[in-house]
């Protein structure tokens, strides 16, 4: 991962646990790292319950760009892409989540007809990858979003596995690394979101995923796969079903997860959707998840998407809401992370860049412009690779892990803020 701490910004608990790191490895300090993603750095893989890299832990604070491939596919608005990475990892994020498709036949569809490819906008994702890769951050890459009939119907399936075979084998043009080889890539995902109103069941996903996940392993056994799921339980855990935010999407977190090729299970918590729940929710919706990934899945489960609205008319006021919300949520993921449970991390929805009004759904950050918000998600990121290096060196950090303090995340505010924060990017107003 690459890493960059942000002094300015590490509040006294993030800077006690850096503290308690440096003692416990023998008076050796090793409180900041970058590993570039190389062949080096090999495939990100599973330990048990948990990710590694070559056998090292490997915990992270990530973040959503689905819009990537689409904004690369114009050279000429390729700095977005650059500037999101850059800006990623200044603030130590370290996993990338993005799309891999886009059907249709606009000039920025991948896909234009079943099995007919828009070779630029396909360099447009060699492009993506290939700068992840300079930055040094992990991308999981999803291959499509569903409807009903893409669960059953023969021709639709075989147009799936197609596309799926196309993206795996491709060989980017740019680094002539074959995906399939690429360690850039940390894990491939069936589908984003999975739903299908017409079988509550369960069962008709459940079969698409055991299916799809055979298929994505017989080419590619190297990369991690995951489903997409946002964490509905179904029928296989009635007792759970309670904790669905008063709706069915026809989909079954446990079983789902539980197929032998699926590597890692994921939620999505959205408190917006759930006006009357909130923060209740959330707490509640990812500590029945930790427990059933730590207890009956035994996979590592990730945070894949999480946010809160920032834009309305008050605007400023929901800044702080959305800041308090992530406050919120990266104190579970790390707390969880500290208790040895099998949280790898999460990633906030979404980082954008300046000019992107078309993609901003309302959740859109950009980081240069949003210093309380960067200076969360660095501590996050600072925070989540200390415990990284703790767990690297075995049981001999054991006493400093369960005396790491629990993180408390400063919010900076106020013009100076944002004009240091601009300086020490080296970005102009």
Same mark, same amino acid.
């Given at each position: 991962?690459?890493?960059?701490?942000?002094?300015?910004?590490?509040?006294?608990?993030?800077?006690?646990?850096?503290?308690?790191?440096?003692?416990?490895?023998?008076?050796?300090?090793?409180?900041?790292?970058?590993?570039?993603?190389? =062949? =080096?750095?090999?495939?990100?893989?599973?330990?048990?319950?948990?990710?590694?890299?070559?056998?090292?832990?490997?915990?992270?604070?990530?973040?959503?760009?689905?819009?990537?491939?689409?904004?690369?596919?114009?050279?000429?608005?390729?700095?977005?892409?650059?500037?999101?990475?850059?800006?990623?990892?200044?603030?130590?994020?370290?996993?990338?989540?993005?799309?891999?498709f886009a059907d249709g036949a606009d000039d920025k569809a991948l896909q234009?007809?079943?099995?007919?490819?828009?070779?630029?906008?396909?360099?447009?994702? @060699?492009?993506?990858?290939?700068?992840?890769?300079?930055?040094?951050?992990?991308?999981?890459?999803?291959?499509?979003?569903?409807?009903?009939?893409?669960?059953?119907?023969?021709?639709?399936?075989?147009y799936y596995k197609s596309h799926v075979e196309r993206v795996i084998t491709?060989?980017?043009?740019?680094?002539?690394?074959?995906?399939? =080889?690429?360690?850039?890539?940390?894990?491939?995902?069936?589908?984003?979101?999975?739903?299908?109103?017409?079988?509550?069941?369960?069962?008709?996903?459940?079969?698409?995923?055991?299916?799809?996940?055979?298929?994505?392993?017989?080419?590619?056994?190297?990369?991690?796969?995951?489903?997409?799921?946002?964490?509905?339980?179904?029928?296989?855990?009635?007792?759970?079903?309670?904790?669905?935010?008063?709706?069915?999407?026809?989909?079954?977190?446990?079983?789902?997860?539980?197929?032998?090729?699926?590597?890692?299970?994921?939620?999505?918590?959205?408190?917006?959707?759930?006006?009357?729940?909130?923060?209740?929710?959330?707490?509640?919706?990812?500590?029945?998840?930790?427990?059933?990934?730590?207890?009956?899945?035994?996979?590592?489960?990730?945070?894949? =998407?999480?946010?809160?609205?920032?834009?309305?008319?008050?605007?400023?006021?929901?800044?702080?809401?959305?800041?308090?919300?992530?406050?919120?949520?990266?104190?579970?993921?790390?707390?969880?992370?500290?208790?040895?449970?099998?949280?790898?991390?999460?990633?906030?929805?979404?980082?954008?860049? @300046?000019?992107?009004?078309?993609? @901003?759904?309302?959740?859109?950050?950009?980081?240069?412009?949003?210093?309380?918000?960067d200076g969360i998600i660095s501590q996050q990121s600072h925070a989540m690779?200390?415990?990284?290096?703790?767990?690297?060196?075995?049981?001999?950090?054991?006493?400093?892990?369960?005396?790491?303090?629990?993180?408390?995340?400063?919010?900076?505010?106020?013009?100076?803020?944002?004009?240091?924060?601009?300086?020490?990017?080296?970005?102009?107003?």
């Open positions: 991962m690459a890493t960059h701490i942000k002094a300015s910004y590490l509040s006294q608990s993030v800077i006690a646990l850096a503290s308690i790191l440096c003692l416990s490895l023998f008076g050796s300090c090793i409180c900041e790292a970058k590993v570039n993603v190389g =062949e =080096e750095a090999g495939f990100v893989q599973i330990n048990g319950a948990n990710f590694a890299i070559n056998g090292t832990p490997f915990l992270f604070n990530g973040f959503n760009a689905y819009w990537m491939m689409n904004v690369a596919t114009d050279p000429s608005e390729r700095n977005k892409v650059s500037q999101v990475l850059h800006d990623a990892a200044d603030a130590g994020l370290s996993v990338c989540r993005a799309w891999a234009i007809s079943p099995g007919v490819y828009n070779e630029r906008v396909f360099q447009g994702l @060699d492009f993506v990858v290939a700068e992840a890769r300079k930055y040094g951050l992990r991308l999981i890459l999803s291959f499509n979003i569903s409807d009903d009939d893409f669960y059953t119907n023969p021709t639709v399936k075989g491709r060989i980017n043009t740019i680094t002539k690394i074959p995906y399939s =080889e690429d360690t850039t890539i940390m894990a491939w995902e069936l589908i984003n979101e999975p739903r299908c109103q017409v079988d509550y069941s369960r069962r008709m996903v459940n079969d698409w995923v055991q299916e799809m996940a055979v298929f994505v392993k017989s080419l590619d056994s190297r990369h991690l796969l995951e489903v997409g799921m946002e964490g509905f339980y179904g029928d296989t855990t009635p007792e759970r079903k309670q904790m669905n935010p008063g709706y069915q999407v026809g989909t079954d977190f446990i079983s789902s997860n539980l197929v032998k090729e699926i590597d890692f299970a994921t939620i999505h918590a959205y408190p917006d959707q759930c006006e009357d729940l909130q923060l209740a929710f959330m707490q509640q919706w990812m500590s029945s998840h930790y427990e059933d990934s730590r207890t009956v899945l035994k996979k590592p489960l990730v945070i894949a =998407e999480f946010g809160k609205a920032g834009k309305d008319p008050d605007y400023n006021i929901n800044i702080n809401k959305r800041d308090s919300y992530m406050n919120a949520v990266y104190r579970n993921i790390y707390m969880e992370a500290k208790s040895g449970g099998t949280v790898g991390g999460g990633l906030v929805w979404q980082l954008l860049a @300046d000019g992107m009004s078309s993609y @901003d759904d309302g959740y859109g950050i950009i980081l240069s412009e949003n210093p309380s918000t690779g200390t415990l990284s290096h703790l767990l690297t060196h075995g049981p001999q950090n054991h006493v400093a892990i369960n005396h790491a303090p629990e993180v408390e995340f400063e919010q900076v505010r106020g013009p100076s803020s944002v004009a240091n924060l601009r300086h020490r990017k080296g970005l102009r107003n």
